[in-house]
């Protein structure tokens, strides 16, 4: 694996926080749904269409496995890539990579949250970045 992939892959876990907002985020939205009555312009809610409501019930128990089961993997993915920087086994390292990727800092936020220097922060990183890249061939 190149520095380049392996970075990629470490920022995953960033994103598939923010996908798991967003999936949380369309349930709640089903559960609305589901919920029932349409709203009229007046603001009252209607009942004309309770045969849609009652569809819409019926599937949300399914819709929200589906979406269990997504946020399921993506964590599964999570802590993948946890256990890939903990197997470092150098605390230091660790503790640069997890400012970084995984609480998704900025270099200078890490440097600075970490009492480094900016410098010492982009050498601790590429240091882990190699090591890790010659685990994984």
């Known amino acids: 694996m190149t520095e380049n992939r392996m970075r990629e892959y470490l920022e995953r876990h960033f994103y598939n926080s923010k996908m ?12 609305l749904n589901a919920q029932g009555g349409a709203i009229n ?4 809610y209607t009942t004309s269409n309770e045969n849609a409501t009652e569809r819409n019930l019926m599937s949300l128990a399914d819709d929200e496995k589906e979406i269990d089961k997504e946020i399921s993997e993506i964590k ?19 503790s640069v990579l997890i400012y970084r990727y995984i609480a998704h800092h900025t270099e200078e936020e890490t440097a600075e949250g970490l009492n480094y220097a900016l410098r010492t922060v982009q050498e601790k990183i590429k240091k882990a970045i190699k090591k890790l890249c010659a685990k994984m061939c």
């Open 41 to 44: 312009y007046e603001g009252n």
């Open 20 to 31: 798991i907002i967003a999936l949380e985020a369309e349930r709640t939205q089903l559960r």
């Open 76 to 94: 599964t993915e999570q802590r993948e890539i946890r256990q890939l920087i903990y197997s470092l086994h150098d605390r230091d390292l660790e």
